[in-house]
T-cell receptor, first 111, second 114 residues
Framework: SQQGEEDPQALSIQEGENATMNCSYK?????LQWYRQNSGRGLVHLIL?????REKHSGRLRVTLDTSKKSSSLLITASRAADTASYFC???????????FGKGTLLTVNP | DAGVIQSPRHEVTEMGQEVTLRCKPI?????LFWYRQTMMRGLELLIY????????DSGMPEDRFSAKMPNASFSTLKIQPSEPRDSAVYFC????????????FGAGTRLSVL
Protein backbone atom coordinates (compact mmCIF):
# COMPACT_ATOMS: atom_id res chain seq x y z
CA SER A 1 0.00 0.00 0.00
CA GLN A 2 1.16 3.51 -0.72
CA GLN A 3 -0.89 5.02 2.07
CA GLY A 4 1.15 7.28 4.26
CA GLU A 5 0.60 9.65 7.08
CA GLU A 6 -0.53 13.25 7.04
CA ASP A 7 0.56 15.44 9.85
CA PRO A 8 -1.05 17.05 11.68
CA GLN A 9 -4.53 15.53 11.54
CA ALA A 10 -5.98 18.90 12.50
CA LEU A 11 -4.57 22.43 12.52
CA SER A 12 -6.16 25.62 13.81
CA ILE A 13 -4.62 29.01 13.06
CA GLN A 14 -5.55 32.68 12.90
CA GLU A 15 -6.24 34.50 9.65
CA GLY A 16 -3.01 35.87 8.19
CA GLU A 17 -0.81 33.14 9.63
CA ASN A 18 0.91 30.50 7.53
CA ALA A 19 -0.24 26.89 7.59
CA THR A 20 2.09 23.95 6.99
CA MET A 21 0.88 20.43 6.39
CA ASN A 22 3.12 17.43 5.94
CA CYS A 23 2.76 14.09 4.24
CA SER A 24 4.87 10.95 4.26
CA TYR A 25 4.57 7.91 2.05
CA LYS A 26 6.10 4.47 1.79
CA UNK A 27 6.66 3.51 -1.84
CA UNK A 28 8.06 5.30 -4.88
CA UNK A 29 5.87 7.79 -6.68
CA UNK A 30 5.48 9.26 -10.16
CA UNK A 31 4.04 12.46 -8.81
CA LEU A 32 2.30 13.83 -5.76
CA GLN A 33 -0.73 16.07 -5.67
CA TRP A 34 -2.54 18.07 -3.05
CA TYR A 35 -6.32 18.38 -3.08
CA ARG A 36 -8.68 20.47 -0.96
CA GLN A 37 -12.12 19.43 0.25
CA ASN A 38 -14.51 21.95 1.70
CA SER A 39 -17.14 20.58 4.04
CA GLY A 40 -19.87 18.78 2.12
CA ARG A 41 -18.15 19.22 -1.23
CA GLY A 42 -15.98 17.24 -3.62
CA LEU A 43 -12.21 17.36 -3.77
CA VAL A 44 -10.51 20.08 -5.77
CA HIS A 45 -7.05 19.69 -7.27
CA LEU A 46 -4.61 22.32 -6.01
CA ILE A 47 -1.14 21.48 -7.26
CA LEU A 48 0.93 18.62 -8.70
CA UNK A 49 4.64 18.08 -8.17
CA UNK A 50 6.54 15.50 -10.17
CA UNK A 51 9.05 13.12 -8.64
CA UNK A 52 11.97 14.97 -10.26
CA UNK A 53 10.87 18.33 -8.85
CA ARG A 54 11.74 19.62 -5.40
CA GLU A 55 9.56 22.69 -5.04
CA LYS A 56 6.58 24.23 -6.76
CA HIS A 57 4.56 27.40 -6.24
CA SER A 58 1.02 28.37 -7.13
CA GLY A 59 -0.28 31.65 -5.76
CA ARG A 60 -0.19 31.39 -1.96
CA LEU A 61 0.67 27.68 -2.12
CA ARG A 62 4.15 26.22 -1.90
CA VAL A 63 4.77 22.50 -2.16
CA THR A 64 8.03 20.72 -1.48
CA LEU A 65 8.96 17.14 -2.21
CA ASP A 66 11.82 15.15 -0.74
CA THR A 67 11.90 11.76 -2.42
CA SER A 68 14.86 10.60 -0.30
CA LYS A 69 12.75 11.07 2.82
CA LYS A 70 9.51 10.14 1.05
CA SER A 71 7.85 13.27 2.31
CA SER A 72 6.09 16.37 1.05
CA SER A 73 4.80 19.56 2.61
CA LEU A 74 2.15 22.08 1.66
CA LEU A 75 2.54 25.66 2.86
CA ILE A 76 -0.34 28.10 2.62
CA THR A 77 0.83 31.65 3.23
CA ALA A 78 -1.28 34.50 4.57
CA SER A 79 -4.19 32.20 5.30
CA ARG A 80 -7.81 33.30 4.97
CA ALA A 81 -10.99 32.04 6.57
CA ALA A 82 -11.95 30.66 3.15
CA ASP A 83 -8.94 28.32 3.32
CA THR A 84 -10.76 26.34 6.01
CA ALA A 85 -11.02 22.83 4.56
CA SER A 86 -9.46 19.37 4.61
CA TYR A 87 -6.26 19.01 2.62
CA PHE A 88 -5.24 15.69 1.11
CA CYS A 89 -1.86 14.47 0.00
CA UNK A 90 -2.42 12.19 -3.01
CA UNK A 91 0.19 9.84 -4.34
CA UNK A 92 0.46 8.45 -7.85
CA UNK A 93 2.81 5.60 -8.68
CA UNK A 94 2.82 2.29 -10.45
CA UNK A 95 -0.43 2.41 -12.43
CA UNK A 96 -1.12 5.43 -14.59
CA UNK A 97 -4.54 6.12 -13.15
CA UNK A 98 -4.75 5.04 -9.52
CA UNK A 99 -4.43 7.77 -6.89
CA UNK A 100 -3.89 6.95 -3.22
CA PHE A 101 -5.46 9.39 -0.80
CA GLY A 102 -4.38 10.00 2.77
CA LYS A 103 -6.85 10.75 5.57
CA GLY A 104 -6.25 14.47 5.24
CA THR A 105 -5.43 17.42 7.47
CA LEU A 106 -8.38 19.48 8.69
CA LEU A 107 -7.33 23.13 8.58
CA THR A 108 -9.39 25.71 10.44
CA VAL A 109 -8.57 29.37 9.84
CA ASN A 110 -10.16 31.59 12.45
CA PRO A 111 -11.15 35.11 11.39
CA ASP B 1 -17.99 24.15 -17.94
CA ALA B 2 -20.47 22.72 -15.44
CA GLY B 3 -17.99 20.30 -13.93
CA VAL B 4 -18.83 16.76 -12.89
CA ILE B 5 -22.50 16.50 -12.03
CA GLN B 6 -23.82 13.94 -9.58
CA SER B 7 -27.36 13.15 -8.57
CA PRO B 8 -28.99 12.92 -6.20
CA ARG B 9 -27.03 14.99 -3.66
CA HIS B 10 -28.65 13.16 -0.79
CA GLU B 11 -30.33 9.78 -0.66
CA VAL B 12 -32.03 8.21 2.33
CA THR B 13 -33.30 4.70 1.89
CA GLU B 14 -34.20 1.63 3.88
CA MET B 15 -32.13 -1.50 4.11
CA GLY B 16 -32.86 -3.85 1.23
CA GLN B 17 -33.84 -1.16 -1.23
CA GLU B 18 -32.08 -0.57 -4.54
CA VAL B 19 -30.08 2.64 -4.82
CA THR B 20 -28.88 4.20 -8.06
CA LEU B 21 -26.36 7.02 -8.11
CA ARG B 22 -25.76 9.00 -11.28
CA CYS B 23 -22.82 10.86 -12.74
CA LYS B 24 -22.23 13.08 -15.73
CA PRO B 25 -18.49 13.58 -16.34
CA ILE B 26 -16.92 16.67 -17.83
CA UNK B 27 -17.39 16.70 -21.60
CA UNK B 28 -14.31 15.40 -23.37
CA UNK B 29 -12.98 13.49 -20.38
CA UNK B 30 -12.53 9.83 -21.14
CA UNK B 31 -11.65 8.48 -17.69
CA LEU B 32 -14.27 8.13 -14.96
CA PHE B 33 -13.89 7.05 -11.36
CA TRP B 34 -16.30 6.15 -8.57
CA TYR B 35 -15.09 6.61 -4.99
CA ARG B 36 -16.58 6.04 -1.55
CA GLN B 37 -15.62 8.22 1.42
CA THR B 38 -16.15 7.27 5.06
CA MET B 39 -14.60 8.53 8.26
CA MET B 40 -13.15 5.12 9.01
CA ARG B 41 -11.62 4.27 5.64
CA GLY B 42 -11.17 7.64 3.98
CA LEU B 43 -11.50 7.81 0.19
CA GLU B 44 -11.57 4.46 -1.60
CA LEU B 45 -11.58 3.84 -5.34
CA LEU B 46 -14.46 1.57 -6.28
CA ILE B 47 -14.19 1.37 -10.07
CA TYR B 48 -12.39 3.03 -12.97
CA UNK B 49 -13.65 3.36 -16.55
CA UNK B 50 -11.61 4.38 -19.56
CA UNK B 51 -13.43 5.15 -22.80
CA UNK B 52 -16.61 3.73 -21.22
CA UNK B 53 -14.96 0.37 -20.50
CA UNK B 54 -14.46 -0.82 -16.90
CA UNK B 55 -10.71 -1.22 -16.41
CA UNK B 56 -10.40 -1.79 -12.68
CA ASP B 57 -13.29 -2.86 -10.46
CA SER B 58 -11.16 -4.40 -7.74
CA GLY B 59 -12.45 -1.85 -5.25
CA MET B 60 -16.09 -2.80 -5.63
CA PRO B 61 -16.90 -4.24 -2.20
CA GLU B 62 -19.15 -7.10 -3.26
CA ASP B 63 -21.68 -8.29 -5.80
CA ARG B 64 -24.30 -5.95 -4.43
CA PHE B 65 -22.44 -3.13 -6.14
CA SER B 66 -22.47 -2.64 -9.89
CA ALA B 67 -21.49 0.22 -12.19
CA LYS B 68 -22.19 0.98 -15.81
CA MET B 69 -21.11 3.57 -18.32
CA PRO B 70 -23.39 3.24 -21.35
CA ASN B 71 -21.89 6.29 -23.05
CA ALA B 72 -19.24 8.95 -22.59
CA SER B 73 -21.57 11.33 -20.77
CA PHE B 74 -23.26 9.12 -18.20
CA SER B 75 -22.45 6.56 -15.54
CA THR B 76 -24.40 4.86 -12.77
CA LEU B 77 -23.44 3.12 -9.56
CA LYS B 78 -26.08 0.75 -8.26
CA ILE B 79 -26.36 -0.93 -4.89
CA GLN B 80 -28.86 -3.76 -4.64
CA PRO B 81 -29.80 -4.61 -1.96
CA SER B 82 -28.49 -1.75 0.16
CA GLU B 83 -27.26 -2.26 3.72
CA PRO B 84 -26.62 0.23 6.57
CA ARG B 85 -22.84 -0.25 6.17
CA ASP B 86 -23.13 1.22 2.67
CA SER B 87 -23.85 4.61 4.22
CA ALA B 88 -21.14 6.95 2.96
CA VAL B 89 -20.49 9.79 0.55
CA TYR B 90 -20.03 8.53 -3.01
CA PHE B 91 -17.99 10.64 -5.41
CA CYS B 92 -17.64 10.50 -9.14
CA UNK B 93 -14.55 12.00 -10.75
CA UNK B 94 -13.38 12.36 -14.32
CA UNK B 95 -10.02 12.93 -15.95
CA UNK B 96 -9.17 14.21 -19.43
CA UNK B 97 -7.11 11.21 -20.48
CA UNK B 98 -5.61 8.04 -19.10
CA UNK B 99 -2.46 8.84 -17.22
CA UNK B 100 -3.29 12.50 -16.77
CA UNK B 101 -3.71 11.81 -13.07
CA UNK B 102 -5.48 15.05 -12.21
CA UNK B 103 -9.07 14.20 -11.36
CA UNK B 104 -12.08 16.49 -11.23
CA PHE B 105 -14.63 15.55 -8.59
CA GLY B 106 -18.36 15.99 -8.40
CA ALA B 107 -20.03 17.28 -5.25
CA GLY B 108 -20.88 13.75 -4.14
CA THR B 109 -23.98 11.83 -3.09
CA ARG B 110 -24.50 11.39 0.63
CA LEU B 111 -26.18 8.00 1.09
CA SER B 112 -27.88 6.98 4.30
CA VAL B 113 -29.23 3.46 4.54
CA LEU B 114 -31.50 3.00 7.54
Amino acid sequence: SQQGEEDPQALSIQEGENATMNCSYKTSINNLQWYRQNSGRGLVHLILIRSNEREKHSGRLRVTLDTSKKSSSLLITASRAADTASYFCVRSGGSNYKLTFGKGTLLTVNP
Amino acid sequence: DAGVIQSPRHEVTEMGQEVTLRCKPISGHNSLFWYRQTMMRGLELLIYFNNNVPIDDSGMPEDRFSAKMPNASFSTLKIQPSEPRDSAVYFCASSPRQGANIQYFGAGTRLSVL
